[in-house]
């Protein structure tokens, strides 16, 4: 057994979770799973990495140019390191799980 896509939504009552197993057995019989979630995965790779890369010599230039001194770099930098699990976790929010 295995996870499958596992997602969560909030309610007035709190957070709700719907969590999918999958059989070992199913992975099996489907074999792999080529053009998956494509091109959508694909471009979401693309941009995520594009975005980085952006972000990372922006970063460079305000600290070369004094905008930013080396301590405000790093608690960008850490501020950052800091929220990405919960940016990760929002991934797999759902409106709301029961629709």
Not at 58 to 67: F, H, N, P, Q, R
Not at 80 to 99: C, E, G, H, P, W
């Amino acid at each position: 057994m295995r996870f499958g896509k596992c997602t969560w939504s909030e309610d007035d009552d709190g957070i709700k979770y719907e969590l999918i197993l999958v059989d070992q057995t199913a992975d099996e019989a489907r074999g792999s799973f080529p053009g998956l979630n494509e091109p959508e995965l694909s471009n979401v790779m693309y941009l995520a990495s594009s975005t980085s890369a952006l972000l990372d010599a922006l970063l460079e230039e305000l600290g070369a140019a004094g905008t930013l001194s080396a301590a405000q770099l790093e608690t960008v930098r850490t501020k950052a390191r800091k929220t990405f699990s919960n940016k990760v976790r929002q991934l797999y929010r759902a409106t709301d799980i029961d629709l």
